[in-house]
């Protein structure tokens, strides 16, 4: 793929088997739009209470680890519609690892530094449409990057921590591919989409699950290989409506299963690499904890490390 495809098709509407709303998911601008309930049924109060509340509390390696800036983010009515006028804050995770880690600081950095750069638009607007093919070839696989100067700090903050940029990506399309390139059938009996790997084993892509009981769930899968700069966030809405708890998977793996009203997550910090699982449903659709534990059971995470950087 040319940097020009690549480009267009960063910055355009991805399309996907499911519907994944990847503005949640990708860190491209720092405008987005997000839906949420917001009124709580009191059996769902009940559910994450149960779950361990202390959990979070007590800040026990979990999200509160992971936590970015809060993002404001438009109010939207019951149809979907933003609100004129009307905005909200919400939590934001990285997905390097935890905030203790070189990869979790250097993220944290970055995004503080988007946070109060350009911040009424104005160097965006004058460059409009402009591309730097330049500044795009430089910098690849960093598309929230659009001057030099913000190019500039992205490896000042690289280097500081001791790690590398990412250079280059390539398509995966099959579930063949996958368990080839990341060295191991990792996946179970869960579907995987077409996605990416980047040249150092970092990847990223949508599926599909099965849990008996439960039924068919969408996830999406990302893990971050240890030493290299990534900027990918997930807003979850509001940290306290989330419990939280270790569980130790059937291949032996212990990971942090984190459950709320819309979104479920499995974390699991591996030897060279930090593995994120976003569950597309919570305790709205009925998922339980008992459900988001038979599907870490599901993955094989030892089978993802050490991790095989792209031939």
Same mark, same amino acid.
């Given at each position: ?30 405008? #987005?739009?997000? %839906?949420?309930?917001?009124?709580? !049924? $009191? ?5 994450? +209470?149960? *779950?361990? /509340? ?50 979790? #600081?250097?993220? %944290?950095?970055?995004?503080?530094? !988007? $946070? ?5 638009? +104005?160097? *965006?607007? /004058? ?59 990792? !996946? ?124």
């Amino acid at each position: 793929m040319s940097n020009k495809e690549f480009y267009q098709e960063t910055f355009s509407q991805v399309h996907s088997r499911v519907p994944i709303r990847w503005e949640d998911y990708a860190h491209m601008k720092r405008h #987005r739009h997000a %839906a949420r309930r917001l009124v709580m !049924l $009191a059996a769902v109060l009940a559910v994450l +209470a149960a *779950l361990s /509340a202390a959990a979070v509390a007590a800040n026990l390696l979990g999200l509160r680890e992971l936590l970015l800036p809060k993002v404001t983010v438009d109010v939207m009515d019951g149809d979907g519609v933003a609100v004129p006028g009307e905005s909200r804050a919400v939590d934001r995770i990285g997905l390097s690892g935890w905030l203790d880690s070189p990869e979790g #600081r250097a993220q %944290a950095e970055w995004d503080a530094f !988007l $946070a109060g750069y350009d911040r009424d638009g +104005a160097i *965006l607007a /004058a460059i409009g449409n402009e591309i730097d093919w330049d500044l795009l070839e430089a910098y690849p696989c960093y598309p929230a990057v659009y001057t030099w100067e913000m190019g500039e700090k992205l490896e000042e903050i690289a280097g500081k921590y001791g790690l590398t940029l990412h250079t280059r990506r390539q398509a995966v399309d099959s579930r063949s591919d996958w368990i080839g390139m990341a060295g191991g059938d990792f !996946l179970g009996d869960n579907v995987p989409a077409p996605g990416w790997m980047y040249e150092d084993g970092t990847f990223h892509f949508d599926g599909e699950g099965w849990v008996d009981g439960h039924g068919m769930m969408d996830y999406q899968f990302d893990r971050m290989v240890k030493g290299s700069l990534n900027d990918v966030g997930l807003t979850i809405g509001d940290v306290d409506d989330y419990g939280q708890w270790s569980h130790t998977a059937s291949s032996g793996v212990t990971v942090t299963l984190v459950l709320g009203p819309d979104k479920g997550l499995i974390l699991a910090d591996l030897e060279d690499s930090f593995v994120t699982v976003n569950v597309l449903e919570g305790t709205d659709q009925g998922l339980t904890a008992a459900d988001m534990e038979a599907f870490a059971d599901s993955f094989r995470f030892d089978r993802l490390t050490p991790a095989l950087p792209l031939s």
